[in-house]
């Protein structure tokens, strides 16, 4: 009899195990595993859509598509939402070798992102880049495409204390992971991930099943909707 109680009893404990074993991995966000930072993301984790931005700061057709969601954020916000969408922005070196356009600030632009991801400030730091190089150069028609003028004067501190100090980062973390060599192989790990995901140039939209290369510079927000729907119909 004791015997049966202590089989019984062993069961019981197994399936609660079990259970609870169920539980956790039903609880753990569905895109956890899937996106490389969750502080540059924005939507819910567990949303059925997985939409991944592929960026640079040394690309200004990047920084169009950026700036339209900034100006347009309630309404980005909104759409994400209302359409189960988790929003990934993925911040490389892409251009650093490869760019007309100082592709020193693509390193440095990086490097300060991933930064401000440590202190949970990417969102801070990623839209201030991008109004800082609206308003510093390509709504002058500097470094606004291929064939603009080239951005000149600009120096590391643009990026590692301008950008940094609106984004209301701790300045002496960030400039500590700024400087850190752990920091660029991780800009650089990233960046080699990017290559081995990016089919063309940037920027790159990985949208659900839809991928799409290019953006114009004199597109409006509509455009940013187009591209957003052709996620969905996949």
């Not at 308003?135 to 204390?161: R, V």
Request: charged share 25%; net charge neutral; aromatic share 14%.
């Amino acid at each position: 009899m004791k015997k049966g109680i202590r089989i019984g009893v062993l069961i019981a404990l197994i399936g609660v195990f079990i259970a609870v074993l169920i539980m956790n991995t039903n609880s753990k966000p569905k895109n956890e595993d899937k996106v490389w930072d969750t502080a540059t993301t924005m939507g819910d984790m567990n949303a059925k859509n997985l939409y991944i931005f592929y960026t640079d700061f040394a690309c200004p057709y990047c920084d169009v598509w950026s700036r339209l969601i900034l100006e347009n954020r309630s309404d980005f916000e909104d759409y994400i939402k209302k359409n189960h969408i988790l929003y990934e922005v993925r911040v490389t070196e892409f251009l650093y070798e490869n760019s007309g356009h100082r592709p020193d600030m693509s390193r440095w632009g990086a490097k300060g992102a991933y930064c401000a991801a440590k202190q949970n400030k990417f969102w801070e730091y990623y839209d201030g880049g991008v109004k800082s190089l609206w308003e510093d150069y390509h709504s002058k028609g500097i470094g606004s495409s291929k064939d603009a003028p080239m951005i000149s004067g600009m120096t590391e501190k643009y990026w590692s204390e301008n950008v940094a100090k609106k984004a209301g980062v701790n300045m002496e973390e960030f400039t500590s992971c700024f400087n850190s060599d752990d920091t660029l192989k991780a800009v650089q790990k990233n960046t080699e991930k990017a290559y081995q995901q990016v089919q063309s140039g940037l920027p790159y939209f990985v949208f659900g099943n839809w991928t799409q290369s290019g953006f114009d510079p004199s597109w409006d927000y509509n455009y940013v909707k187009q591209y957003l729907n052709a996620g969905l119909k996949k």
